[in-house]
């Protein structure tokens, strides 16, 4: 099975700030790699698929990174709909793997 | 756009057995339930993500978390768009929020739907 390895697992940070969240895979993955937003209540939603490609209506301030075994999820001006809880995800194989979670909350 | 609503759920005790179903209605792209891999996904109590079955377009193809292997069934039924998953011999560790998503492709799982999930909680 691939591992996934993501930091930070908890982040706090203000209105207007840049943050980033790396995912590191035990093998190399090309960019078979998917980020989430998760939110209490709601469904998951598909942010980043394939490592850097933005799904349609996701804010452009959302972007992802990275090829092989290390990535970044970026969120640039922070606004307070993104305070959420974010996983990356390996599609390239079964079993799917998940990251840990990063749970980004406002300082 | 596509719409996904889990039910089922609820409390059962250890060992029992309990059925998932997931309703599908709408299309994005001009692409319907039938045209789709469809996946079981659940959140844990700590919030982590666990993937747990997938099966294809036309059920050719099934495979499942080592976790679940001999105790979970997916299947599904594309006349009716609805895919289903039996909980067999059930353990507290199997208390998640579980999701049916789909992806467009059997060979990479992108999660692009998700339903609000269906809460599953085993306890005596």
């Known amino acids: 099975d691939i591992q996934m390895t993501q930091s930070p697992s908890s982040l706090s940070a203000s209105l207007g700030d840049r943050v980033t969240i790396t995912c590191r895979t035990s093998q190399d993955i090309t960019t078979s790699l998917n980020w989430y937003q998760t939110k209490p209540g709601k469904a998951p939603k598909l942010l980043i698929s394939a490592a850097y490609t933005l799904q349609t209506g996701v804010p452009s301030r959302f972007s992802g990174s990275g090829s092989g075994t290390d990535f970044t999820l970026n969120i640039n001006s922070l606004q307070p709909e993104d305070f959420a809880v974010y996983f990356c995800q390996q599609s390239g194989s079964f079993p799917v793997t998940f990251g840990q979670g990063t749970r980004l909350d406002m300082k | 756009e596509l719409q996904l609503a889990e039910s089922g759920g609820g409390v059962i005790e250890p060992g029992k057995s309990l059925g998932l179903s997931c309703s599908v209605s709408g299309e994005v792209s001009g692409l319907t339930f039938d045209d789709f891999a469809m996946h079981w996904v659940r959140q844990l109590p700590g919030k982590a993500l666990e993937w747990v079955a997938g099966?294809?377009?036309?059920?050719?193809?099934?495979t499942y978390a080592d976790s679940v292997k001999g105790r979970f069934t997916v299947s599904r039924d594309n006349a009716k768009s609805a895919l289903f998953l039996q909980l067999k011999s059930l353990r507290p560790e199997d208390t998640a929020l579980y999701y049916c998503a789909k992806s467009d492709n059997w060979d990479d799982v992108v999660l692009e739907s998700w339903g609000q999930g269906a809460l599953v909680t085993v306890s005596s």
């Open positions: 099966i294809s377009w036309n059920s050719d193809r099934i």
